[in-house]
């Protein structure tokens, strides 16, 4: 069976249509009636898949609700070793009051399933596979299943979390055919993408430690690094900052504006 899955695994990382049908087959290997795959990153709130019996949660977790999460909060503070059973993992108040519990629930699941893929590159992939309650919960063997295909699993979702971030760079050549010198960056301020326009400003921004970015004006600086730190807050702030105009450039106006919702597409 593991065999047997290790293609459409793989295939998935880069045929995002073809996810539904392997959570569906991987989680019928250990027992459960669903599957899902999230990921988390500093650019979007969320990337997910779903199978059609956790479909409507995951929707409503993702799209309204998920950065209120303890789950996800917990989650990414303590990522589990491997898949492991929720009800043994998280704290038995936070399960008693989490919404995406009540919710799976109210859907007619119970026993989790989940594992939490810490990227090299900063982003998470969470798998998650879910049980009829009628079926009763995991057990050993369900988890070593999962387990079993766990590496091909955080390869794939580290291939699929990174294809996501090829809008970055599509983001950047757009505005340089409007004319406009671009940057994306993440929200703790590290930049993925600068267009040809931008990296004629060299005597302007400038590039600082852990791949974050500097303007070379101290008051407009203060204003920029201010607002990127905000950015991470459930309320991003968006803003003008004007930059003085110097013997290299002309005066200009820097302006942050953070991608949420379907400004990713």
């Not at 799976?104 to 990227?119: Q, T």
């Not at 003085?244 to 002309?250: D, K, L, P, Q, W």
Request: aromatic fraction near 8%; include cysteine.
């Amino acid at each position: 069976m593991i065999d047997d899955l290790t293609d459409p695994i793989y295939e998935a990382a880069f045929q995002p249509e073809c996810w539904t049908d392997v959570l569906e087959r991987v989680g019928a290997n250990a027992g459960s009636a669903s599957g899902l795959m999230v990921v988390f990153d500093e650019i979007k709130p969320v990337q997910y898949r779903g199978t059609p019996a956790i479909y409507d949660v995951i929707r409503a977790f993702c799209e309204g609700y998920w950065h209120e999460s303890r789950r996800a909060a917990y989650t990414l503070k303590n990522p589990p070793n491997g898949f492991v059973v929720l009800k043994d993992f998280f704290p038995p108040d936070l399960l008693e009051t989490d919404p995406c519990r009540v919710n799976r629930l109210a859907a007619g699941l119970d026993s989790e399933v989940s594992a939490a893929v810490a990227m090299p590159t900063g982003e998470m992939v969470v798998y998650s596979f879910d049980k009829w309650q009628r079926d009763g919960a995991h057990d050993q063997r369900d988890v070593e299943a999962l387990n079993a295909l766990y590496p091909h699993l955080a390869r794939a979702g580290l291939m699929a979390a990174r294809l996501g971030l090829e809008r970055a760079a599509a983001t950047t050549a757009t505005l340089q055919m409007l004319g406009l010198p671009a940057a994306v960056m993440t929200r703790s301020g590290r930049v993925l993408s600068t267009n040809v326009l931008f990296d004629r400003l060299p005597s302007m921004f400038m590039p600082v430690a852990f791949g974050r970015l500097a303007i070379n004006d101290v008051g407009a600086n203060r204003l920029f690094q201010e607002a990127v730190e905000k950015t991470a807050s459930a309320r991003p702030m968006v803003r003008s900052i004007p930059a003085g105009e110097t013997e290299e450039h002309r005066a200009c106006i820097v302006h942050l504006v953070p991608l949420r919702r379907s400004a990713h597409d």
